[in-house]
């Protein structure tokens, strides 16, 4: 079992950035796959990004934020972070931490993970 928590999200103007932190406890960090994604109102959860790693640090990124948005994780501190640069009105969500077993890859669909976080809003609006 793994635990995730959210946290950094909040209100920001376009162009403004943010920085989203998960924290992991439970079973050993090192062994997970983690990726975010969001869900707006009325919407689908879709996928942001996610970052595995093993002798190097692998990482992939949904279309829309390409460029803008870095996924990052520490696995000393049991960390996954999201720097989120530029942020546009459509990034407007509630943003999801999520964890798969790391010997099953990268994932971009939300049913590829096991574990997920409660969620944290984020809300760009000028």
């Known amino acids: 079992q793994v635990q995730l928590v959210e946290s950094g999200g909040g209100s920001v103007q376009p162009g403004d950035s943010l920085r989203l932190s998960c924290a992991a406890s439970?079973?050993?960090?090192?062994?997970?796959?983690m990726g975010w994604f969001r869900q707006a109102p009325g919407k689908e959860r879709e996928f942001v990004a996610t970052?595995?790693?093993?002798?190097?640090?692998?990482?992939r990124y949904a279309d829309s934020v390409k460029g803008r948005f870095t996924i990052s994780r520490d696995n000393a501190k049991n960390e996954v972070a999201l720097q989120m640069n530029s942020l546009k009105p459509e990034d407007t969500a509630v943003y999801y931490c999520?964890?798969?077993?790391?010997?099953?890859?990268?994932?971009?669909?939300?049913?590829?993970?096991?574990?997920w976080g409660q969620g944290t809003q984020v809300t760009v609006s000028s």
């Open positions: 439970g079973r050993t960090f090192s062994r997970y796959t």
């Open positions: 970052i595995s790693w093993s002798s190097i640090t692998i990482t």
């Open positions: 999520a964890a798969r077993p790391l010997s099953m890859g990268l994932g971009t669909r939300p049913s590829n993970y096991e574990y």
